[in-house]
């Protein structure tokens, strides 16, 4: 169990690193896919089976084909921007006082939680879960469910070809 | 060493901040939303621990909600930024803050 948390929180930090400073759109993508199935196996060796199958389905599945077809949509031989290429010392500025937070985060959160081990999690089965999830919270879950309409409504809306929206050579 | 529930934080807490430097640092549109992903992501890990940790299986149906929320944010998100990229043929943030560009046509 420590080896695998080890390994799977490893392999989420590397691709969340990668994510944020490589400056090829694919490669981004393709490694915050990595980072967000690492994730699901963290949610595994914790147990919450159910949660680390939505991940893998909506994550790795929905989320990344998004993406990787808006990736496809662009011209990638423009010039690409790398991190350290406009704005090196506001960056560095942001560097820093992120790690600030991490110094100043770390000893409270040591004091705030106690120490529990592994065996305090008790197995959780998803018929509890779904039986919380479609009787105390369905008014919740409904709402998503119209809340998802709206943005598929809005994105088609969105999408429509207007005028003020396309690009100078088209208007010509 | 033992595995406890300070681990998955100290995770959590790191994956925020790759995110946030992300946010701060980035100026391509689509990186900026994927690191938007990643913060989302951290704070369902720190959800999903707690609820594992404390037994409290609605903070499991908390962190669901959130993935639902954040795939609707990506549509959008991934929508507001071809119509960006087809309009100024660029996806960098800062063609939105210069006027030369910004006129409505």
Not at chain 1, 86 to 97: E, H, I, P, T
Not at chain 1, 137 to 146: K, M, S
Not at chain 2, 30 to 40: A, K, P, T
Request: aromatic share 12%.
């Amino acid at each position: 169990m420590d080896f695998l948390f080890i390994l799977f929180s490893a392999l989420a930090l590397y691709g969340a690193v990668i994510t944020v400073t490589h400056k090829d759109m694919v490669i981004c993508a393709l490694h915050l896919a990595g980072s967000m199935l690492a994730l699901a196996g963290l949610f595994f060796i914790l147990g919450a089976h159910f949660i680390a199958g939505v991940q893998v389905l909506v994550y790795a599945g929905a989320v990344m084909v998004l993406f990787i077809m808006v990736v496809m949509l662009f011209d990638l031989k423009r010039k690409k921007e790398t991190l350290f290429s406009k704005g090196l010392w506001m960056k560095l500025a942001s560097l820093f006082f992120l790690s600030g937070l991490i110094v100043g985060i770390f000893p409270f959160s040591l004091h705030l939680f106690p120490p529990r081990s592994m065996e305090t999690i008790q197995k959780t089965s998803t018929k509890d879960l779904s039986s919380l999830l479609f009787i105390d919270y369905v008014l919740a879950f409904e709402v998503l469910g119209i809340l998802l309409l709206l943005i598929a409504v809005g994105v088609a809306v969105l999408c429509r070809q207007r005028p003020f929206l396309q690009t100078p050579s088209e208007k010509e | 060493m033992e595995i406890e529930l300070n681990h998955f934080l100290i995770v959590s807490l790191l994956l925020f901040v790759i995110g946030f430097f992300g946010v701060l640092a980035r100026r391509n549109l689509l990186i900026i939303l994927m690191s938007i992903e990643l913060m989302l992501n951290a704070v369902n890990l720190s959800f999903v621990s707690f609820s594992q940790f404390y037994n409290l299986l609605s903070a499991q149906v908390a962190a669901f909600f959130v993935m639902t929320i954040s795939a609707a944010e990506a549509g959008v998100g991934l929508a507001l930024i071809v119509l960006i990229s087809r309009r100024w043929t660029q996806m960098d943030l800062f063609v939105l803050e210069d006027s030369k560009y910004t006129d409505p046509v």
